[in-house]
């Protein structure tokens, strides 16, 4: 690990400011440039930086903690009725709030299943959603792979079981973030603040990028800028919630697979509209709109949760080792449709 300094800025902005380098562009710049390390890396938690740091595939010349700033980690119930997140906001304690297990318990559930309590009492929900792939050939220094500016993805033709089986050309990353896929289903959006204060609203959903938009980054975080907050909108009387996930063991395991159901159903019992969203499925958290739409418009039952089940695989394409997860995912959606109409608590 090399030597960096260290900065504790005490504004979002002067954050911004000093923020030079988005973790994308540090670890596809060229490593043969002679002199000290220039890139300046922006700190939440601080999981995942550590992680980089320790295996050497980023050199930072600064890290800039954000810590020290105030009230970026306040929940707050604003006027309209959405809950504000702060992006420093720890995993634990999102989980354990009042407010987001009542209205939202489908995203307190996920967030309580995730990691390990030490992870969660560290992680910050910012971080979470701007984590870098869990690939294997990604996370080795070894592999200069397509994601780091190399010329090849050797997931497609190595060992890809815990792979993407959409979208998988010509990166096959899944998306690393559970509370992402939740969030996206919920139809969150973020609040990004530049060096001059200006606030960005981006919906979720559309902040995540697709390998064939830039094979080099999963979103569209500028350099000086800041994620300060993470907005979940109010939900109507008739919405229920569920989330499942599947995993090789019960605790702090990555999932194989999972999915996030949001359902707006009438007085009559007819799904209005559906977000069914699928985590470890992409390399961006992936909308089954083939699903959705068997769902809208209609009353749901185990056969109606089944057809949709079936159809969240529309356009599926697994690579060789990877195809356990058809269905896998199937039985998820099929289970969380249900789930959410019994219960609505994830």
């Not at 190399?150 to 079981?161: I, K, R, V, W």
């Not at 068997?294 to 990877?322: H, W």
Request: charged fraction near 20%; hydrophobic fraction near 45%; glycine fraction near 8%.
């Amino acid at each position: 690990m090399n030597r960096f300094s260290w900065v504790s800025p005490k504004t979002v902005s002067e954050a911004a400011s000093i923020a030079s380098t988005v973790m994308a562009e540090a670890m596809t710049a060229a490593d043969d440039e002679p002199g000290p390390a220039k890139e300046t890396l922006i700190k939440a938690g601080g999981i995942d930086l550590l992680d980089l740091l320790k295996e050497g595939l980023v050199e930072p010349g600064t890290v800039v903690s954000l810590g020290g700033i105030p009230q970026l980690d306040a929940i707050v119930n604003e006027a309209d009725g959405s809950l504000r997140i702060g992006a420093m906001a720890t995993l634990a304690s999102i989980a354990d709030h009042p407010l987001v297990r009542r209205r939202y318990p489908a995203f307190a559930g996920a967030i309580a299943a995730s990691a390990s309590p030490q992870i969660r009492n560290m992680a910050t929900l910012g971080g979470n959603l701007l984590q870098r792939p869990r690939c294997w050939y990604f996370r080795a220094a070894e592999y200069r792979c397509l994601r780091k500016g190399g010329g090849h993805c050797f997931a497609l033709s190595g060992e890809n079981q815990y792979h993407a089986i959409f979208n998988n050309m010509p990166c096959a990353i899944v998306h690393p973030s559970t509370a992402a896929t939740v969030l996206v289903a919920l139809g969150a959006t973020l609040e990004l603040v530049n060096a001059n204060g200006k606030v960005r609203q981006s919906l979720l959903e559309d902040f995540f990028v697709t390998p064939d938009k830039d094979v080099t980054r999963e979103n569209n975080l500028q350099s000086q800028e800041i994620l300060t907050a993470i907005r979940v909108p109010a939900l109507g009387a008739g919405v229920r919630m569920a989330h499942l996930k599947q995993g090789e063991k019960d605790s702090f395991d990555w999932p194989l697979a999972d999915v996030a159901v949001v359902l707006d159903l009438a007085s009559n019992g007819n799904c209005r509209s559906a977000a069914i969203i699928l985590g470890a499925a992409a390399p961006v958290p992936y909308r089954a709109k083939a699903a959705e739409r068997i769902l809208t418009g209609r009353p749901i039952d185990e056969a109606v949760a089944q057809e949709a089940g079936r159809a969240a695989l529309d356009g599926a394409a697994p690579l060789s080792k990877n195809a356990y997860k058809l269905p896998l995912f199937e039985t998820l959606v099929r289970r969380a449709i249900l789930a959410a109409l019994e219960k609505g608590d994830g």
